[in-house]
């Protein structure tokens, strides 16, 4: 039997698109963060409060909807 909280930590039900094609939204996403500028985009971004994360992929359609 499995619990309903195996389901919940087992990953995100989320599509990805092909790696060729996810950059774009990358780049759009650290943009939001306001990391667009900066040369360690991912440095930059892990220092983002959580509330503006949040912010940024809601305006991401369909990447976490």
């Not at 939001?32 to 305006?59: D, H, L, Y």
Request: with cysteine; net charge negative.
């Amino acid at each position: 039997s499995v619990s309903p909280g195996a389901i919940i930590q087992s990953g995100s039900a989320a599509t990805w698109p092909p790696t060729e094609s996810s950059q774009p939204i990358f780049d759009n996403l650290a943009l939001e963060m306001g990391c667009g500028s900066s040369p360690e985009k991912i440095q930059c971004m892990r220092g983002v409060p959580i509330a503006k994360v949040m912010e940024a992929t809601n305006k991401l359609p369909g990447v976490c909807t």
